[in-house]
């Protein structure tokens, strides 16, 4: 996917709920919970591990903005934040984006593990 055709890259103003130099955030257009967030940079960076030191840090500064505005409306109990890097790894948008996303007691019946039900068979390892 080249930039010109990134929807990333062509976010309109009207969109952005917070933003700093280096990137913004967006509510995400196909939410899996109320408030779920994308932090975005500005420059088109397909990989996190690609982004300058300077950039990292803007959009970490975004991740806690993003919380603090979530925290105060929504009351969300947790929070996952998750980066996909690479196909292998589910990213579908080649350009870098975190998600920040509020977690509610009771939106799953057991929700510990996390981020770790990517793999079922290797998430439940308290039992």
């Not at 933003?19 to 088109?44: A, K, M, T, V």
């Not at 979530?70 to 969300?76: E, M, Q």
């Not at 920040?100 to 308290?126: H, N």
């Amino acid at each position: 996917m080249t930039e010109e055709r990134c929807p990333f890259c062509s976010i309109t103003q009207d969109r952005i709920l917070l933003e700093n130099d280096s990137g913004y955030l967006i509510n995400d257009g196909f939410p899996i919970s109320p408030g779920h967030s994308l932090i975005i940079p500005r420059d088109h960076y397909a990989d996190f591990f690609e982004i300058p030191e300077i950039v990292r840090t803007d959009l970490f500064r975004l991740v806690d903005e993003g919380k603090t505005l979530l925290s105060g409306s929504l009351y969300p109990d947790g929070y996952n934040i998750g980066i996909n890097s690479g196909f292998a790894a589910g990213q579908t948008v080649p350009h870098l984006h975190i998600h920040l996303i509020p977690r509610f007691s009771g939106d799953q019946e057991d929700p510990r593990g996390g981020v770790r039900w990517i793999f079922p068979d290797k998430a439940k390892y308290w039992t």
